[in-house]
């Protein structure tokens, strides 16, 4: 009798802390882009320019009266990048950041809704930063190697994830959301806390010489772009209330088999 009503207990004791562990909730935490906007491929950026517009841009056309049509002359390429200063989010010490979701706002206002390509669709891919995120921040010449070397940074690296856009995702101003799923997003930004995290973004769909580009009209809304991280629980309390509880049930066994065979 006395031996199984220890058993009992010990049970019932390791199911309470088991319960009492799994009740603690998980965050989320919305992380408002500080600042933001586009590298041209000759490494210019004004920082005082915040439009997020990325792909292929003309920049110089040429218009026939007679037939009343535009003709794209020279194009060049933009990339575009966000900075979120994680200094102030709270992650605690028993959780771990589970997801992270970029939402950028696309504004349908406009020509062409956002959507200047004639392609059906496009793909957006979000990459990892290796530049000094102030560095990007101040802003490049035009014909600037730390220019020319941001650009680059914005297509290579890790690929954190991405988005296949088509016009019909333009059709009212809503968010693009991008999952960061890809290899070292969750332990870049788990590494980035308490200081600034930036993401660079390019269209891997260009493949005309013509315009080809997302985020038309995006200056001035910088403040909508978020990173989105939810985090859970780290269930370490649940293996060492394990281990208390195994530990003492052997024991508790052996005492018992000592005590019967004596
Ligand atoms: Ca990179
Ligand atoms: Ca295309």
Redesign the pocket.
């Known amino acids: 009798m006395k031996i199984s009503k220890l058993f009992i207990s010990l049970i019932v004791l390791m199911i309470a802390c088991v319960l009492i562990v799994s009740s603690t909730d998980a965050a989320t935490y919305n992380i408002g882009a500080f600042d933001g906007g586009g590298y041209r491929a000759d490494g210019y950026h004004n920082p005082s320019v915040d439009s997020y517009q990325v792909g292929n841009d003309c920049t110089s056309w040429d218009y026939n009266g007679n037939t009343d049509t535009w003709t794209c002359l020279a194009n060049t390429e933009f990339r575009n990048w966000f900075a979120f200063d994680l200094s102030s989010i709270a992650v605690q010490s028993n959780e771990i950041i589970s997801s992270a979701t970029l939402s950028v706002l696309n504004n349908s206002a406009g020509m062409f809704n956002g959507y200047s390509?004639g392609?059906n669709a496009?793909q957006w891919v979000i990459m990892s930063v290796e530049s000094n995120i102030n560095d990007i921040i101040g802003g490049q010449s035009a014909g600037s190697n730390a220019g020319v070397n941001i650009f680059g940074d914005f297509n290579n690296g890790n690929t954190y994830g991405s988005i296949g856009l088509t016009a019909d995702a333009y059709n009212s101003s809503t968010y693009i959301n991008v999952n960061l799923t890809g290899p070292n997003a969750i332990s870049d930004i788990s590494s980035s806390l308490g200081g600034l995290f930036a993401v660079g973004g390019y269209i891997s769909?260009?493949?005309?010489p013509y315009e080809?580009y997302l985020f038309d009209n995006s200056d001035g809304q910088i403040n909508s772009v978020n990173l989105t991280l939810e985090t859970t629980v780290v269930p370490e309390p649940i293996s060492s209330t394990l281990f208390i509880v195994g530990g003492t049930l052997l024991a508790g066994r052996r005492f018992i088999k000592r005590r019967n065979g004596a």
Request: charged share 25%; hydrophobic share 10%; proline share 0%.
């Open positions: 390509t392609s496009e769909t260009i493949n005309s080809e």
